[in-house]
């Protein structure tokens, strides 16, 4: 028989079916055990007698059985197929659950994180978080649609390269074939969109991982993350306002249609007047700042181009430089300040946006250099060294084969859902994020390697305080 999913079992009453599912829940009534079967639509109500009595709570299992129709009074209006229940006629056990570390049928908002994370595969069973990942899936599916739809291509760029200055760490990954020399995981595809542009594609994406070995966040998970990356040429910043205004706002009516939009066009505040008058520069801009359904996006521009190097920010400039940038090194000047360049770098305004949701900064971007002695300035500005120029050197011989103006964004996937659906912590929002310490979920790394590993790469490790000996 083929097997009926629980929420189809309402437009099949009287018929026989075939359901698979868990053991939701159990509930004992003398001669006569109720089951909650739960599959990937939701529940439904199973009615039998001594083999439903003998299962446990998440047992996989089998039930075939008539689908009856409830009497009025025990309708369950809190359940999709509430208004029916399935007879069992045949139940067979596929395969039994030893009892779950904790309970999987409440938010789970209450239960430890590490736990939760130490036993994913059990705390995504929890339909908020079921639910989350579906929605999470609907949104890059209505972003992929979008921008395909517009003509933008998707392009994978690759995770084993070289290092992509985003103001972070690095992860570095040891090369075999080259010992002693390292790739680096990609703290976002910046170069290689640019690059894609000189290319000639004039409208790339990509649903692109990023790492950055950075202290955790509320906001963002150790290690890695998600965004939607994008890079167009012949553009003005307007235009990369404007196409990533309509993604976002056709995306909120059509996957989160109960929530509105509290202005539109989004408010675009400079810097200045964002910290004057809100004391930040991602601003909560809802008028009931409790309210859930209400999304205050805004635009945030005129970002001073370069800010004052502290030293507590990791950045790649030689420990002498007095600026760092901003945003990232590939930002363009506002073209009424490039004169300002040599003479005050500090009031240089970057042609940087930054997009901001009900208090988050959900993704940033800019229009990019693209004249190579431009960007030899700013490289000197921000103190980088002749050899960290040369890290540099493929962007700047690439950028002197024809290279159109362009510019892009970057909204964050992870972050965007955590200022929409108003959750807790971005963690929240992924499968299976790092726990706050850089612990991954549910598999134990960082891990130690074996001696041959490590033999084969030539690396040597040693203990902390230990010296590292020579040779
Ligand atoms: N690469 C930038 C980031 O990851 C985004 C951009 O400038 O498009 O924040």
């Not at 392009?155 to 002693?180: H, M, N, Y």
């Not at 950075?214 to 012949?234: H, I, K, N, V």
């Not at 706002?249 to 989004?266: A, G, N, Q, R």
């Not at 964050?412 to 790092?434: C, H, K, M, N």
Request: charged share 30%; with cysteine; aromatic share 8%.
């Amino acid at each position: 028989m083929k097997r009926t999913l629980a929420r189809e079992t309402v437009l099949r009453i009287g018929k026989k079916v075939l359901l698979q599912g868990w053991v939701n829940t159990k509930r004992d009534h003398g001669k006569i055990t109720f089951i909650d079967l739960r599959d990937r639509t939701g529940i439904v109500q199973v009615v039998g007698g001594e083999a439903l009595r003998e299962l446990g709570s998440e047992d996989v299992i089998e039930v075939e059985g008539l689908v009856k129709k409830r009497p009025k009074n025990l309708v369950n209006p809190k359940i999709e197929t509430g208004e029916v229940e399935i007879g069992a006629q045949k139940v067979t056990l596929l395969n039994e659950s030893k009892g779950v570390p904790f309970p999987i049928d409440t938010d789970g908002h209450d239960i430890e994180e590490s736990i939760r994370l130490k036993y994913r595969y059990l705390d995504l069973r929890r339909p908020r978080m079921a639910k989350i990942l579906r929605t999470r899936a609907k949104v890059v599916k209505f972003i992929r649609d979008f921008l395909t739809d517009r003509d933008f291509v998707e392009i994978e760029t690759p995770i084993l390269t070289k290092t992509t200055p985003e103001g972070a760490r690095d992860f570095i990954v040891p090369s075999r074939l080259q010992p002693g020399k390292f790739y680096a995981l990609p703290q976002s595809p910046q170069q290689y969109k640019q690059l894609l542009m000189v290319a000639g594609f004039e409208r790339y994406f990509q649903i692109a991982r990023c790492f950055r070995d950075e202290d955790p966040r509320a906001d963002r998970a150790y290690g890695e993350f998600t965004q939607l990356d994008l890079e167009m040429s012949f553009v003005t910043q307007e235009d990369i306002l404007k196409m990533t205004e309509d993604l976002f706002t056709d995306l909120v009516k059509s996957i989160f249609p109960k929530k509105k939009m509290s202005k539109s066009p989004w408010p675009k505040i400079s810097q200045r007047e964002a910290v004057r008058k809100f004391g930040s520069d991602k601003p909560d801009l809802r008028k009931d700042k409790n309210n859930q359904d209400e999304l205050a996006f805004a635009w945030i521009v005129d970002f001073p181009l370069f800010k004052e190097q502290t030293g507590e920010e990791f950045f790649y400039g030689s420990g002498s430089a007095k600026f760092a940038p901003s945003h990232h090194m590939f930002t363009a000047p506002h073209p009424d300040d490039i004169k300002l360049l040599d003479k005050d770098p500090t009031k240089v305004r970057g042609l940087q946006h930054d997009m901001v949701l009900n208090g988050y900064e959900v993704g940033g971007g800019s229009i990019r250099i693209h004249q190579p002695e431009v960007q030899e300035k700013v490289f000197e500005l921000i103190g980088f060294t002749h050899s960290q120029k040369r890290q540099f050197e493929h962007m700047l011989t690439a950028f002197t084969y024809g290279v159109p103006p362009h510019g892009g964004i970057a909204p964050g996937i992870d972050r965007f859902l955590l200022a929409i659906l108003g959750e807790t912590s971005v963690r929240e929002t992924i499968a299976f994020p790092t726990t706050s310490s850089g612990q991954t979920a549910v598999m134990d790394a960082p891990s130690e390697v074996g001696p041959e590993q490590l033999e084969e790469l030539r690396i040597k490790t040693v203990k902390k305080n230990a010296k590292p000996s020579k040779g």
